[in-house]
């Protein structure tokens, strides 16, 4: 068995062997006419994962022989892209490949600016989100946007006869694939996706018999390896959901390890790092609130900050607030107090408010009692003056409970020292 995984090793070669991207490949397609004139505009590849866009930047770089620079912006910063700029001044010519441009800041793709309308560098810039929104219209007007679509049925089961007739793997043993609907259904139009399904499938299936006989590929058996073997990170997918409840769940159990682990998984598979700070802002609520209110300030401050910086080096920052969530005191009691209230309130309808908590712009919302009888509490001993707040049909309820952490304990102290009492305190 070789290394190198068979979607590497059925790689196309030329423009024609592109499969499932015909629009783009086809005889007199724009993309096909340009190569042939000697000159490809900068442009941008959108579409979704496993489709081509990378084997289409590879083609062009090998057609026109030209110096070939690869980044992705998940792992490389300004300082990486400079570095190729400054390099590619010295070839008679280069393309810039970027994987997952959009992960690029404003910052990161005005860096590109210059190289690209000097003509120092042809960028090619892959994308799965939509450029319009996530790459900078300066950018994006020096660029050629080309639309690559999720490879259907005809296209996916073009690939597996091609790695049948062609690779070495299945000139090992004589290998029947008998059925094709699971291969299909769980690549969902991604190539890449289907050829690692199918390589895991034949060479478990290869394993599991010394004989001779012809092995028989069949949808079980796929859906079999599929469940035991794949743990591939899918930000559209089930995987997405896991992963970022095992993050979450990891910093509730105060888990610093668990957390990192899991957003090393989020980071690696190109999570968005708005969705992980979003999700991180909230859990500092949900989870921590008033036990460590200054969780919820770090958390806010991450968002914005890795929202400004993008990836690589918003992966330390999301690290560090990340760690500071799990190691903080929890407590849920400003999420159990807002459900309570929902349940009363569906429970209770639309209560009046009190006459004393009503305002009285009016003299006749005065004459009507509007705002009689309120105490104003800053005149009160420790600027408290006990009186109702809540409408007269649900008056004692306890809508919040400090919980047992230092500071929520304050809290509780503060509350008995007022109330003497009342709603449990």
């Known amino acids: 068995m070789t290394s190198i ?6 790689r196309p070669q030329k423009l024609t062997d592109l499969v499932g991207q015909e629009h783009l490949s086809g005889e007199n397609s724009v993309l096909q006419k340009a190569i042939a004139k000697g000159k490809v505009p900068s442009m941008i590849l959108w579409g979704p994962p496993g489709v081509g866009k990378t084997t289409l930047a590879n083609i062009i770089a090998t057609t026109f022989n030209s110096a070939y620079y690869q980044l992705s912006a998940i792992s490389s910063g300004v300082k990486e892209l400079r570095e190729v700029i400054e390099e590619a001044k010295t070839k008679p010519s280069a393309i810039l490949f970027i994987d997952e441009i959009h992960r690029f800041n404003k910052g990161q793709q005005d860096a590109l600016l210059g190289a690209v309308e000097k003509g120092i560098i042809t960028l090619i810039g892959a994308t799965t989100e939509n450029p319009s929104f996530e790459v900078n219209s300066a950018l994006l007007s020096r660029c050629q946007v080309f639309i690559l679509k ?13 790695a049948v007739d062609r690779d070495d793997l299945f000139k090992s043993r004589p290998i029947e694939i008998k059925e094709t609907e699971a291969l299909i259904q769980l690549s969902g139009g991604d190539g890449r996706k289907l050829l690692n399904l199918l390589e895991l499938s034949v060479e478990a299936l290869i394993g599991t018999s010394t004989s001779k006989e012809p092995l028989v590929l069949t949808n079980d058996w796929v859906m079999e390896v599929a469940q035991t073997n794949i743990a591939l990170y899918d930000k559209n997918g089930e995987m997405h959901y896991d992963i970022i409840s095992a993050f979450i769940k990891s910093m509730r159990g105060s888990d610093p390890n668990g957390a990192v ?3 090393a998984r989020m980071i690696a598979g190109g999570e968005d790092v708005s969705f992980i700070a979003r999700r991180m802002l909230i859990f500092s609520s949900e989870d921590i609130g008033n036990a460590n209110p200054n969780a919820f300030l770090l958390a806010n401050s991450c968002f914005d900050a ?14 560090q ?15 159990e107090a807002i459900s309570n209230g929902l349940a009363l309130v569906g429970k209770t309808g639309n209560l009046p408010v009190p006459l004393h908590l009503r305002n009285a712009p009016t003299k006749l919302m005065k004459d009507l009692s509007y705002g009689a009888n309120y105490q104003y509490s800053h005149l009160g001993d420790k600027n408290f ?8 049909q649900i ?3 306890s809508l919040y409970q400090p919980q047992k952490n230092a500071r929520e304990q304050e809290l509780k102290k503060f509350l008995q020292e007022r109330w003497k009492g009342k709603y449990g305190y």
């Not at 890795?306 to 690290?319: A, C, Q, T």
């Open 321 to 335: 607030c990340a760690i500071y969530l799990a190691t903080s005191p929890k407590s849920n009691a400003s999420y």
């Open 150 to 162: 999720a490879l259907d049925e005809i296209a996916l089961k073009k690939l597996i006869h091609q």
């Open 395 to 397: 008056k004692g309820t």
């Open 261 to 263: 682990y899991w957003l």
């Open 385 to 392: 003056i006990e009186q109702e707040y809540l409408p007269e």
């Open 306 to 319: 890795v929202n400004k910086i993008g990836y690589p080096e918003s992966r330390i920052i999301l690290s």
């Open 5 to 10: 995984p068979l979607a590497e090793r059925l």
